[in-house]
């Protein structure tokens, strides 16, 4: 944070969201940087972004400020796309939005923001993204529920591609009353 070129930097939080402590700013501000970092060294530019888990699209709006001519996918669940949503057209008021309701009309790559429910994954073009992201949310996943986004990934990106995964390396979860630890090497990598 001390490094004066990272692209989000802690003034630029505190000029946009005050002086916050809010975590979940900062921890997308760091994916970001992270992110931009990967693309620089890779000389690779990334134009539509699948977003996995997106919460509240912080981390879509700091990429989007960087990078104003990027378009966006968010998938999420029902409950959490309104969030998103808010926070982004706050900022960006003037982007185009389809929403979820809207999407298996007229899913186009040329929106700015296109949000997609965990059940709508299947009307997402094939070879359509660049890139994606996961950010901490397959930690917080049913190994059955990662597998699917695994093959929503293989489908969607193109060939060339960069896929950034931040997730525990070992999270336990209550699924079917049962603890089971989800482990970030067990994902279906291959």
Do not use: H
Request: charged share 25%.
């Amino acid at each position: 944070w001390k490094n004066s070129s990272a692209a989000i930097t802690t003034q630029s939080i505190f000029s946009e969201y005050g002086f916050t402590e809010d975590y979940n700013i900062f921890k997308n501000a760091f994916i970001c940087n992270s992110i931009v970092n990967v693309e620089k060294k890779r000389s690779y530019i990334s134009k539509n972004i699948l977003e996995i888990g997106s919460g509240t699209g912080t981390l879509t709006r700091f990429i989007k400020e960087l990078y104003p001519n990027r378009r966006f996918t968010l998938v999420d669940l029902p409950f959490n796309i309104p969030f998103a949503f808010l926070n982004l057209i706050n900022r960006y008021e003037d982007a185009s939005f389809l929403l979820p309701n809207e999407y298996e009309y007229k899913a186009d790559s040329l929106v700015d923001f296109s949000f997609v429910t965990n059940n709508q994954i299947n009307l997402i073009p094939d070879s359509l993204f660049d890139s994606a992201v996961n950010a901490m949310s397959f930690q917080e996943m049913r190994k059955e529920d990662i597998e699917i986004y695994f093959a929503l990934l293989r489908r969607t990106l193109k060939k060339e591609n960069i896929f950034f995964c931040l997730n525990a390396v070992e999270k336990p979860m209550i699924v079917n009353g049962k603890e089971v630890a989800i482990r970030f090497s067990e994902y279906p990598w291959d």
